[in-house]
């Protein structure tokens, strides 16, 4: 097989992206860690391998009524005036500050952008047009009805969810970003229509400081919001073990209609802004195991802050929901012009024996605890 060859394992699968390069215009500035140009990279990638066709698909921008299914009329109305480069005093009131959520101008227009991306990404899904959409600008997970958090301006996850939600009665999230991902379980904390999986860093090391096993729904929601956090340093065999023993007894109880998959890429071991040890390959194992569940899958972005690994990583996820094996070996013109040889990590984190015991014990724990608060509610038995 040629450098960038692909071949087709077993008959094509309807696959789309979404995606226009006017999506780069979400950025909060030089120095900001969200480089927007990852979202070009990663395009330039996946259509270096030939896998872009007629299924490359251009967003339509998010409308005002698809925001405020999440998000309250005043919080939209400040991101609005700060992106026409008006000051407010209040705007700290509204998560906007000029470390994480830095206003700039346009950004109103650039959220409704990404977030109508995804929206377009489910109502693909929705009308049967395709089986498996990847949204790389979505993702935003962090984003609270009432305000900005963690470089997330508007919550595309849980608006895309409500599109679905329009359609099919019960929608699985399964969010594998090093980041807890706050504001779609806050936003869906107290119904059963939607399941939240989110395996992450612990917040007793990182951002946002919540997705602890305990936090598992209200009322009619209870035993529908699931987290597994890991210590820092896990690896492949951790995060997988971990999303085994957890996800797939869940899927098969809860037998969702569509999965909403938030395949950040932050908890790979050269990311710089978080300590988990995912490489490439452990990556792969992850993403094949949420294609496999079987159901429709609307794949969105998410974290991600070293460039060429967000590109690399997600390329190769768009390859195997597109059906494809993909050439280990990056195109020629591609590796020459971004110095980016091979999609798979040349390198491998390194672990001594007696931290990767204890973070195994951590797991094995976490794991345990999940089965006696979660598993109930599904009718499931405790191990």
């Known amino acids: 097989m040629q450098k960038g060859d692909v071949s087709e394992e077993s008959p094509k699968l309807r696959t789309a992206l979404v995606y226009c390069e006017k999506m780069t215009q979400y950025d909060m500035g030089p120095t900001h860690p969200l480089k927007p140009e990852r979202l070009r990279l990663t395009k330039e990638l996946i259509s270096a391998y030939g896998l872009l066709g007629s299924?490359?698909?251009?967003?339509?921008?998010?409308?005002?009524?698809?925001?405020?299914?999440?998000h309250v009329p005043d919080f939209v109305e400040m991101v609005r005036k700060l992106s026409e480069g008006k000051e407010d005093r209040n705007a700290w009131r509204y998560g906007f500050d000029y470390l994480d959520n830095r206003p700039f101008l346009g950004m109103y227009e650039?959220?409704?952008?990404?977030?109508?991306?995804?929206?377009?990404?489910?109502?693909?899904?929705?009308?049967?047009?395709?089986?498996?959409?990847?949204?790389?600008?979505g993702g935003l997970?962090?984003?609270?009805?009432?305000?900005?958090?963690?470089?997330?301006?508007?919550?595309?996850?849980?608006?895309?969810?409500?599109?679905?939600?329009?359609?099919?009665h019960r929608v699985a999230y399964i969010d594998i970003d090093a980041h807890h991902g706050d504001g779609v379980q806050a936003i869906f904390y107290k119904?059963?229509?939607?399941?939240?999986?989110?395996?992450?860093?612990?917040?007793?090391?990182?951002?946002?400081?919540?997705?602890?096993?305990?936090?598992?729904?209200?009322?009619?929601?209870?035993?529908?919001?699931?987290?597994?956090?890991?210590a820092p340093y896990s690896g492949d065999d951790i995060m997988v073990s971990a999303f085994d023993q957890v996800v797939p007894p869940l899927m098969e109880a809860y037998k969702p209609q569509v999965i909403v998959a938030q395949l950040g890429v932050d908890a790979h071991f050269l990311d710089p802004?978080?300590?988990?040890?995912l490489t490439s390959r452990g990556f792969v194992r992850l993403v094949e195991k949420i294609l496999g569940f079987g159901t429709p899958v609307l794949a969105l972005g998410g974290g991600g802050y070293n460039v060429q690994t967000v590109?690399?990583?997600?390329?190769?996820?768009?390859?195997?929901?597109?059906?494809?094996?993909?050439?280990?070996?990056?195109?020629?013109?591609?590796?020459?012009?971004?110095g980016i040889h091979r999609l798979h990590d040349t390198q491998e984190p390194r672990m001594n024996e007696e931290k990767a015991l204890s973070i195994q014990r951590a797991m094995e724990e976490t794991v345990q605890v999940i089965e006696q608060l979660v598993f109930p509610h599904h009718g499931l038995r405790t191990k």
């Open 110 to 137: 650039a959220a409704l952008l990404y977030t109508g991306a995804s929206i377009t990404a489910a109502e693909m899904i929705i009308e049967g047009k395709a089986d498996r959409v990847f949204s790389i600008s």
């Open 55 to 70: 299924n490359l698909v251009s967003p339509q921008p998010a409308s005002l009524d698809d925001v405020l299914t999440v």
């Open 311 to 338: 590109a690399r990583l997600w390329t190769l996820a768009f390859a195997l929901m597109d059906n494809k094996r993909v050439s280990d070996v990056v195109p020629e013109e591609f590796a020459r012009r971004y």
């Open 191 to 230: 119904t059963n229509k939607v399941l939240t999986v989110s395996m992450h860093e612990s917040g007793q090391f990182l951002f946002p400081g919540s997705g602890y096993p305990n936090e598992i729904g209200e009322g009619e929601g209870t035993g529908f919001s699931v987290n597994i956090p890991l």
């Open 141 to 168: 997970h962090h984003a609270m009805p009432d305000r900005a958090s963690g470089f997330c301006v508007f919550n595309d996850p849980a608006i895309a969810i409500y599109r679905l939600l329009r359609k099919f």
């Open 273 to 277: 802004l978080a300590h988990l040890q």
